[in-house]
């Protein structure tokens, strides 16, 4: 099975910043995509950016140019930098791993945007 460490989430005010960070551990033989999803109070899970195991990244629209995904291979570890947060951008923050032909999630940090 794969374990997760999530860390970052958080409170933050409006136009703050906040950098998520996902470690992936156990049987791992190989990692493919790494993302983020993240689910608001009553709303939809919604795919926020996702990054390949080459480096290719996609974003939704709601949060292109404000926020950013990486990955470090070594410690397959997934990052997400938060900028300009704005409080519609509340909600619990979900990270997950492809390996093979699986989906693996992680736990969820929660990020609150709030003056």
């Known amino acids: 099975q794969v374990q997760f460490v999530e860390s970052g989430g958080g409170l933050v005010q409006p136009g703050g910043s906040l950098r998520l960070s996902c470690a992936a551990s156990?049987?791992?033989?190989?990692?493919?995509?790494m993302g983020w999803y993240r689910q608001g109070l009553g709303k939809q899970r919604e795919l926020l950016a996702l990054i390949t195991r080459g480096g290719i990244t996609n974003y939704a629209d709601s949060v292109k140019g404000r926020f950013t995904i990486s990955r470090d291979h070594a410690s397959n570890t997934a990052y997400l930098q938060m900028n300009s947060l704005k409080p519609e951008d509340t909600a619990v923050y979900y990270c997950y791993v492809d390996v093979s032909s699986r989906r693996y999630w992680g736990q969820g940090t929660q990020v609150t945007v709030s003056s």
């Open positions: 156990g049987s791992i033989s190989i990692i493919y995509n």
